[in-house]
């Protein structure tokens, strides 16, 4: 098969097993906050490949780093460690409160390991009775059965079997609901600062002081999915850091490795132990090429100007949105910190999110959606005012569209 053969939207319904209803028009080009489909048409994209993208597509310093890297040494396995891996540890663990660094391949991974992680800990700690992890209603940590388990969206986890025990939810922002669950039982809270697939929904600041009070008091283990809050997505390296609150257990992905798959755990020293030699692994988990893009990232990431340049981002992007709903009265509210921003329908328009983002892209500007009632905004963190201008000019007249129809 000739590896030019053209492809079409169609062949992926012959070829792929069918849990994704990807876009009728492929992608096969971008550059910073562009992209470009096999007809030659460009879209300003808002989606940033779901907060990953968080330098645009194809930036310089990833792909030189990637193409330096990719010269000398790709791929190890964990028998060896490799400079890239202890270099991007090295700056992490600085810029953070932790203090060790385990490598995965994705966000789930990560969860999966910080889950793991945090039940050996209060096993071996406490005992066999500390096993209970607490997490909240429409939370999101990834599809393998364990995170997906944690995860506070049943419709994910429902349907395939008996699902890993010891799990509970409660409701975001409701404290008085945890504080009558959370016991000397209980291992571990997991939340994320802000959920995004959930809904793009921010905690009240003194429901996560609670949350951090009560896993004190109870001697549990807070754990902050940053995945898709991390990595200057907020405005800060990590959610956390504005939140007040300094979690014991911290996961990253996504922005991460900017495009290029990489997790990433942190910890303190003495949680980090009880992942002893041979507990747990990953055959690519810190592999040279990944932790080498990531390193790049971060070195533009983990600056003032990109950082407050997040902040900057996030005004431009309010303002213009609330001047759309001016004209056209469809959202209730806009929402969320930083890159990470949610568009909430109004009564007129529930249930109707995708409308929007399907009407973008016939008016070239990509958006996500988190559920139904919700179009999420996770564009790069250095995209430009131009860019964003246009992409809002695009995204009003999809507007447009949905309000006439
Ligand atoms: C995307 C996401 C995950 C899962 O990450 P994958 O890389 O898809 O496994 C986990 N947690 C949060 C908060 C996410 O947004």
Redesign the pocket.
């Known amino acids: 098969m000739a590896d030019n053969m053209t492809v079409n939207r169609e062949m992926f319904n012959d070829v792929m097993v069918p849990n994704y209803n990807p876009a009728s028009m492929i992608p096969v080009k971008g550059e910073g906050a562009r992209v470009w489909d096999q007809d030659g048409r460009e879209y300003v994209d808002f989606a940033g490949g ?2 990953v993208n968080c330098l645009g597509h194809c930036h310089p310093a990833m792909v030189s780093a990637l193409q330096e890297q990719s010269q000398k040494l790709w791929h190890l396995s964990n028998v060896f460690t490799n400079g890239p891996a202890i270099r991007l540890a090295k700056k992490l663990t600085e810029a953070t409160f932790a203090d060790r660094v385990y490598y995965a391949n ?4 990560a ?1 999966e390991a910080a889950l793991k992680l945090a039940r050996r800990w209060a096993i071996e700690k406490h005992g066999e009775h500390k096993q209970k992890i607490i997490a909240f209603t429409k ?5 393998t059965f364990f ?1 997906v388990t944690v995860g506070g969206q049943p419709a994910y986890s429902d349907g395939f079997g008996p699902k890993p025990g010891g799990v509970d939810h409660v409701d975001y922002n409701n404290i008085d609901a945890l504080k009558a669950l959370i016991s000397d039982d209980t291992c571990a809270v997991m939340m ?1 600062p802000l959920q ?2 959930g809904g793009v929904v921010s905690p009240d600041v003194e429901f996560v002081k609670a949350v951090r009070e009560l896993c004190d008091q109870n001697n549990a283990l807070l754990i902050f ?5 991390g990595f200057g997505r907020t405005g800060s390296l990590y959610a956390y850091e504005q939140l007040g609150v300094t979690p014991d257990i911290l ?1 990253s ?2 922005a991460l490795g900017g495009g290029f ?1 990489i ?1 990433a755990m942190l910890t303190t020293t003495e949680i980090a132990e009880h992942l002893k030699p041979g507990t747990h692994g990953s055959t690519y988990g810190g592999n040279p090429l990944a932790c080498a893009v990531s390193e790049a990232v971060f070195d533009i990431v983990n600056t003032k100007e990109t950082l407050d340049g997040v902040k900057q981002r996030e005004q431009w992007f309010k303002e213009q949105l609330a001047a759309i709903n001016e004209k056209y009265n469809v959202f209730s509210e806009i929402r969320g910190q930083g890159l990470l921003l949610g568009a909430a329908m109004n009564k007129e328009y529930e249930g109707r999110a995708r409308d929007f983002l399907l009407a973008g892209q016939e008016h070239g500007v990509m958006v996500l959606i988190a559920g139904a009632n919700v179009v999420r905004f996770t564009p790069s963190l250095v995209i430009s005012e131009e860019d964003v201008k246009e992409g809002l000019q695009r995204f009003e007249k999809a507007v447009a569209q949905v309000v006439g129809q």
């Open positions: 779901i907060a994705s966000g789930a991974e969860n939370g999101f940590h990834g599809r995170t994320e995004g697939e999915d940053e995945v898709q809050t996961t992905a996504k798959p997790g």
